[in-house]
């Protein structure tokens, strides 16, 4: 399933409960981008985030051509710079209509001061050095339980964790993580039987 991130687009007419919102569904490393004025100064504060204020995203009375363009490349900016946290742009409500023209052309106006943007992104990768040393040690963790429980439940409870993990929007990376893992358990367990039935007495 393709992964999307996330870009919320905020009024500056948004109410408090609207901004509330906003907040408490914010991903912990969210970019706030606002515009530099009192009125975007007031949603800021109310979402408790550092702002990154741009004069790009001022409100102007009359609009160069390409301003959607140029508000487009700023967001896109900032969210490639980390493709797995929020962005939050704050600005007037004719920047606003700019920005989602230029930024989701495709997408259907969603009716509120807040409209919520994905943008195509890859899964996160998997981190396979924390992998294979998690293989290892539910390998060595298999061999001693052994005497007290079958060898496949383990490993077996370490499959079923990450299918659920798989399934849980931005734990799939995780997921992903324990099955590579499970492998490196198999593969090592398999080694150390090959090992010993060579070597009687070595492990």
Do not use: C, K, N
């Amino acid at each position: 399933m393709r992964e999307l991130q996330r870009i919320l687009v905020v009024s500056t007419q948004a109410s408090a409960s609207h901004v509330e919102r906003v907040r408490t569904g914010l991903s912990p490393g969210a970019r706030v981008l606002t515009a530099p004025t009192s009125e975007a100064r007031r949603v800021v504060e109310a979402l408790g985030r550092t702002p990154v204020p741009d004069v790009l995203l001022a409100p102007v009375r009359f609009p160069d051509v390409d301003r959607g363009h140029r508000l487009d490349d700023l967001v896109r900016r900032h969210a490639v710079e980390d493709r797995y946290r929020d962005v939050v742009v704050v600005a007037d409500p004719a920047t606003v209509t700019l920005l989602l023209r230029a930024l989701a052309p495709d997408q259907l106006p969603e009716s509120g001061p807040v409209t919520e943007v994905g943008l195509p992104r890859a899964p996160r990768p998997v981190p396979l050095g924390w992998a294979a040393a998690g293989g290892i040690a539910l390998a060595l963790a298999t061999g001693l339980a052994s005497p007290l429980l079958p060898v496949w439940v383990l490993p077996g409870l370490v499959v079923l964790a990450a299918v659920v993990l798989l399934v849980v929007p931005g734990r799939g990376h995780w997921g992903r993580a324990l099955l590579v893992g499970t492998g490196v358990a198999v593969v090592v367990a398999v080694l150390a039987v090959a090992s010993s039935s060579r070597f009687p007495g070595s492990w």
